[in-house]
């Protein structure tokens, strides 16, 4: 961990609405990079903005939402207007509620005047603050700032105190990319305000890895005014079904006495689980679980974080000497 890393918490919207406003605000050019979808989803929430805004200031809501629809096909405008009409009807009952999203800062390298800002996304656990890494090596080169935002839901970034259903309808990688979003104009104002400076717009890059490496990719995509560039390292952006090329990687990496090992293991847990599944889960602290799958996915996946990690070794010695033995290998 690097010395002097900052922790800070900023307000924000567990609701992307605002987040729409924000960029409608500070130029309207972000609808264009939007793909149809996107731009209907954008246009819904422009159009109860500027509801609001009727109230407030005589803004003429349809002058908007037209001029939007001029980049959009006949049928395409047609639809974003059903849409529209259905999706303000539940916005109009939304309230407004904010949470504490937690992030980190390093300012050691940072060049006030023209430096860089390096946005390290945090992923789907708690985030473990700004380490000492390749992307401190490059802020030192590039004179950047580091800071990274924890990811909506995890550490002390959770709307909810309870996951149920309804509270995790938040959840999702289009949320967080809009936090992202919110994120970026907050730190540059607070980041001005700090130097005493104005209208400074610094170049922003964004990194992940893996599901946060992803985000890095969309995030240059969706908001490519807010972002120069991402570096996303292992991102996963194709989905495939039935993806079982995974697992026959961890066999290659094992090698054959390990391989040969944890298929037998395999083999024996399916059995067992068959005969009594409360048994077998109680020795590997998993008796609440109640799905078999789950269980049987956590005990793949156990197996394969040793190989993509690299440390196949606290693995694959204990069971290759467990099977030596002639020991239970369950």
Known sequence: MLDDCKCHSFSSLSLSLSIYIIYYIRGCAYICYLHVLDIMLALIHIYYM?????FQDHCLFKQHYYEFLDYLHVLDIMLALIHIYYMCIILFFQDHRLFKQRYYEFLDYYEDSNGPIF???????????ILNDYTAVLAKK?????????????????????????NLRFLSSKQALFDLAAFSVYYQDSLNARYNRSNIESPWFVFGV????????WFRLKFPHLACGSLASSGVVLAVYNYTEFDKQVGVS?????????????????????????????????????????????????????????????????????????????
Request: one cysteine or more; charged letters at 15%; aromatic letters at 8%.
């Open 50 to 54: 500027c509801i609001i805004l009727f």
């Open 119 to 129: 946005l390290k996304i945090c992923g789907e656990s708690t985030c473990p603050g």
């Open 142 to 166: 590039f004179g950047a700032a580091l800071i990274s935002l924890e990811h909506r839901y995890y550490g002390k970034s959770s709307p909810f105190k309870l996951t149920t259903t309804e």
């Open 210 to 217: 893996s599901y946060s490496g992803a985000l890095s990719a």
């Open 254 to 330: 094992a090698g054959p006495a390990c391989k040969a090992v944890l298929q037998e293991i395999t083999k024996l847990v399916d059995e067992q689980l068959s005969s009594d599944s409360g048994a077998v889960k109680s020795l590997f602290g998993a008796s609440t679980v109640k799905n078999d799958v789950d269980f049987l996915y956590l005990l793949a996946d156990a197996a394969a974080i040793a190989f993509q990690y690299g440390n196949p070794d606290v693995l694959c010695g204990p069971l290759v000497d467990a099977k030596n033995s002639q020991k239970n290998l369950v």
